[in-house]
């Protein structure tokens, strides 16, 4: 390995990495075209357009590079993303142009790609995903109690939503102490009274 660096020590530097099966994910600036196999990756992680809110899926979409190609962006599988033929032409280098960037491991969808709106759509330029091709982040997590169901407990013990009371330390479940008391089946009821007479 050795005799291998020190014979192309003279020539220019390019990194390319490979997967197990010795297909190129990151190509740098070997070349400006993603590869197939970079695409089915991205396939896998963007499955579409990443403009938040554009439903077209991935086969309708061009690769974009997050740092534009002619400002020394690479063609590395972190630096990619898909846009449609729509929203892709929007990102520039200009405040009143869309920027895009990947998101970082303390945003709440890391690795994710973020759009930036111009300037003057929004001043503060944040950040905003695609949801559309992620249906799972539409799901509301069983932590967090629904509107009008706020006596509905996820845990291990509670009430359901039934009231019956959630098994404890495999204790059994059990219904509900009625509040108020309820007619049982041989109790009479009350006799019925017969309309008052009309005039």
Known sequence: MRDA??????AYQYLALFD???RPLHLARNKRLASADQRIVLIAADRGCSFPGCTRPATRSQTHHIKEWAQGGHTDIGDLTFGCDI???????????WATTKAGPDHPYPGRTLWHSPVSVDPQRRGRVNHFHHPGEYIVSSDIPLPGLENHTT???GT???GTIRPQDGQP???PTPSTPTPSATEPSPPEQD?????
């Open 5 to 10: 660096i020190r014979m192309a020590s003279h």
């Open 20 to 22: 197990d099966d010795g």
């Open 87 to 97: 929203h892709h032409p929007l990102v520039g280098p200009g405040d009143n142009e």
């Open 155 to 157: 845990g291990t013990t």
């Open 160 to 162: 359901t939503r039934n």
């Open 173 to 175: 479940t059990h219904p």
């Open 195 to 199: 309309p008052p007479p009309g005039r």
